[in-house]
């Protein structure tokens, strides 16, 4: 059984930073991605990284900003916001699947956390 946990929420203003971090535990050899929701959306895809870690994929608003990595061990990513703004504020979780290639697609993850929550305001 895979188990996903957050962490680095945090509130901050616009233009500011945070690291987020996930650690797995489980199942290895998985592609891995950060997802968002904010409040009355729907989840969003923001980027995801491949076994290994050589693929990275990332969507429009997070290209530029964000940067998404592994841990040494492989078990673990983090996803570096940059520039924050308003918009970004959400509940943000990482999600796990079979496979070495991300997905941009929640319905292809079959694991994720609860979140750590993103708040950027001044």
């Known amino acids: 059984q895979v188990r996903l946990e957050e962490s680095g929420g945090g509130l901050v203003q616009p233009g500011q930073s945070l690291l987020l971090w996930c650690t797995r535990s489980?199942?290895?050899?998985?592609?891995m991605a950060w997802f968002r929701q904010a409040p009355g959306k729907e989840s969003e895809f923001v980027a995801g990284?491949?076994?290994?870690?050589?693929?990275?994929i990332y969507a429009d608003s997070a290209k530029g900003r964000f940067t998404v990595a592994r841990v040494t061990n492989m078990n673990s990513i983090n996803l570096q916001l940059n520039n924050l703004s308003p918009e970004d504020t959400a509940l943000y979780y990482c999600?796990?699947?079979?496979?070495?290639?991300?997905?941009?697609?929640?319905?292809?993850?079959?694991?994720r956390g609860q979140g750590t929550q993103v708040t950027v305001s001044s």
């Open positions: 489980g199942r290895s050899s998985d592609a």
């Open positions: 999600a796990s699947k079979p496979g070495k290639e991300p997905s941009t697609d929640l319905k292809d993850y079959d694991a």
């Open positions: 990284i491949a076994w290994g870690g050589r693929r990275k």
